[in-house]
């Protein structure tokens, strides 16, 4: 039996749009007919293949299907868990949590997914047919939590792990956006003064043939220069921008923007212990559902964002191949934080290595959200005085002209 998404219309020209489980499109088109909709299209959802290609007739791939938010996937995990501990087969649980979603999409890959639990395959096969939704970490561990007999344990491993990772991204979020906010508003206001009102100021002056002081002549200038070339600076900016995109997308260039931000005083240790974290949950979870360390290790490696503590992870892998520590290859490197260093070494000692690596994760991420809450504590009053100044500046070069005229009539 798999699963297929219809459109159909009812009695009224309406169109409906839904997924269905049937043996072919023949019988859902049947079923549909039944229910009284005219079926337009039946497609089956996509499942993957070896080599990677949809089976049957117009089906679609599960390669092109989107990610899935992170709330949404930690939801439907977190629902699996529940529901498997409760000892309902996992068929149900998918059917379960599918007819509790409300969105369509989410609907329709879970439908897939128990269409082809269904014909015998495992839970992370049916997972595979969409790859962009759940990711290789998430695949690896539901494999290993079903050969190991601990799905349920896995899936609310799974499920924590999603929520603390979208819960660390959204700190970071929002600690930025207060000063960035502040900074585009403080913009304004200063293009605004020296491109709106400073023009009046000159039209006022202009009339009187009185020399004007130098602050005030300066940010004519300027306002002159800005209303003149602002399509140049636009243009410039644009260009700019896409072109170090362009750049950074390049493997030396980027490699040697993420080494730079590692040797950077505060941004460097912000860089190292985010990576870290990521790295060291990662590792936890998967050495903690049973997949062998060296697998571990590779897909640990894959989450990692800064090249530099990639391909360090990489090394390391191959030295633990070899018959090394995790602790002292990564320590190599000399670009992971010692704390984390030091708690690896102490879990391989005493054989509790995902309780260890746990605890680094967490120290990191404590350690992440102090750096990032003092950073945005000192930009706040940095950004205030700076574009306070810059307010200042133009208010007293539109007032001394005033003042000089006022003297002068006096």
Known sequence: MGAY????LDRTGRESKG???????????????????????????????????ATGGGALRGSSWRSISANDLALVTRQLATLVRAALPIEEALLAVSQQTTRPRIKSILIAVRSRVMEGHTL??????????????????????????????????????TENRQEMRNQMMLATIYPALLLLVSLGI??????????????????????????????????EFLRSW???LTLVLVGGTTALVLWLRQPGPRRRFHNLLLRLPLVGRLTAGFNAARFARTLSILNG????????????????????????????????????????????????????????????????????????????ESEVTSLVQGMTAAMQPLVILIMGGIV??????????????????G
């Open 5 to 8: 998404e219809y459109a159909a």
């Open 19 to 53: 997924v269905m489980e049937g043996d072919t499109p023949r019988q859902v088109r049947q079923i549909l007919r039944e229910q009284g909709l005219i079926p337009i299209q039946v497609d089956e959802i996509a499942r993957n293949n070896k080599a990677g290609d």
């Open 124 to 161: 992370a096969s049916g997972l595979a047919q969409f790859p962009r939704v759940f990711p290789e970490l998430y695949r690896a561990t539901v494999a290993a939590g079903e050969q190991a007999g601990q799905l349920e344990n896995v899936l609310e491993r799974l499920a924590d792990y």
């Open 190 to 223: 200063a293009l605004f003064l020296v491109t709106y009102i400073m023009p009046q100021v000159v039209d006022v002056f202009d009339t009187r043939d009185q020399q004007l002081p130098l602050l005030t002549t300066a940010l004519i200038g300027l306002s």
């Open 230 to 232: 602002w399509w140049l």
């Open 289 to 364: 559902s049973g997949v062998p360390v060296l697998e571990a290790m590779r897909i640990a490696g894959q989450v990692v964002v800064n090249i530099p503590m990639r391909e360090a992870v990489e090394v390391a892998s191959r030295k633990v191949r070899e018959g090394g520590n995790i602790s002292r290859a990564l320590g190599a490197s000399k670009l992971f934080p010692p704390m984390t260093i030091h708690l690896i070494a102490s879990g391989e000692s005493s054989g509790r290595l995902d309780e260890m690596l746990e605890r680094a994760a967490q120290n990191q």
């Open 392 to 409: 200042m500046i133009i208010v007293a070069a539109i007032l001394l002209p005033i003042f000089q005229l006022n003297q002068l009539l």
